[in-house]
């Protein structure tokens, strides 16, 4: 039997001279995990994320794509988000290229919200039916909200009945489709807010961001699409080296704390693999999201707030 061929799948790999072969580590440690994270940090590390929670969770999804077959369960979609409608410029656009990138070494597709819940079904179908790993709901008008009983269910379901189109067939296809979302000042119902994990960027004069002072042009005089395209495999394996090592230790799982109640098993997993590498602030943002989208909840909060202005000196 010629060395490279597989019986199994009766495939015959015989690569070009010039193609690399990277062998990833099999043992890592947990030294190994933190190492891989800060690379992953160092990537983002010029973002203007809001918080920590928001620098995590873009973590997060990059791990949720590479390892989303892994998962059994649901997964919840990813809302990449400028805090107001002046929020061109903070980068959005270069994260969802490194997270695409890293994950599947393609250029990333997008659409558009389609008008209507049942064009939304039938392009969240179509993805599935494709077999796609992800879909980009992408140019969100800014303070549209969104809000859809469709897509809340689509967001909770294990597999998902798909029509072909022109025909009366349909296939009952799992879903493993990641859905994100990218726009400026998003708005969410409660539902959709709690099938949602956040990432907030905000920056007072996008207009003014010191290209020349990023991190990674002043550490290695390159652009950050250069440097994406020359260290894809390094972070990839970054990920890789955080999954491996928290299944080396055993798979310690995170204790499921968040709203996000319909995705503990997603949280248990993602967020111990974080957790084992020393992340902070995993869904910390969350609670306040929740608060925020339900329009009662916040109103009575601000008149509390108000009332505590009115006699804060008693």
Not at 169 to 195: A, H, Q
Request: hydrophobic share 40%; with cysteine; proline share 5%.
């Amino acid at each position: 039997m010629p060395e490279g061929y597989d019986p199994a799948t009766r495939l015959y790999y015989n690569p070009t001279p010039e193609v690399k072969v990277h062998t990833f580590n099999a043992e890592p440690t947990q030294a190994d995990a933190r190492l891989a994270l800060s690379k992953l940090q160092y990537l983002i590390a010029d973002f203007p994320f809001v918080d920590e929670a928001s620098r995590t969770n873009t973590i997060a999804i990059l791990l949720t794509l590479v390892i989303r077959h892994a998962v059994a369960g649901v997964v919840p979609a990813w809302a990449c988000n400028g805090l107001n409608e002046f929020s061109q410029n903070v980068g959005k656009g270069k994260i969802f290229k490194a997270l695409i990138t890293i994950a599947l070494d393609k250029d990333v597709k997008t659409t558009t919200i389609p008008p209507t819940p049942t064009q939304m079904l039938q392009t969240l179908s179509a993805e599935v039916r494709n077999g796609a790993p992800y879909v980009v709901f992408d140019d969100i008008k800014s303070g549209y909200r969104l809000e859809s009983n469709d897509l809340n269910a689509f967001l909770t379901a294990d597999s998902w009945n798909c029509k072909v189109p022109g025909t009366i067939i349909s296939y009952e296809l799992p879903v493993r489709l990641v859905v994100l979302f990218n726009g400026n000042n998003l708005k969410m119902s409660v539902d959709l807010t709690n099938r949602m994990c956040w990432s907030d960027l905000f920056h007072e004069e996008t207009q003014r961001r010191n290209v020349n002072e990023f991190r990674i042009y002043k550490d290695h005089g390159i652009e950050f699409d250069e440097y994406l395209r020359e260290k894809r495999l390094e972070l990839l394996d970054a990920v890789v080296t955080l999954v491996l090592a928290w299944k080396r230790a055993g798979m310690p799982k995170r204790k499921a704390s968040s709203p996000l109640v319909k995705y503990a098993l997603w949280e248990r997993i993602v967020g111990g693999i974080l957790e084992f590498a020393g992340a902070n602030e995993f869904l910390a943002n969350q609670k306040a999201k929740s608060e925020a989208a339900d329009d009662q909840t916040a109103e009575i909060i601000l008149f509390i707030d108000k009332l505590r202005e009115q006699f804060s000196d008693d």
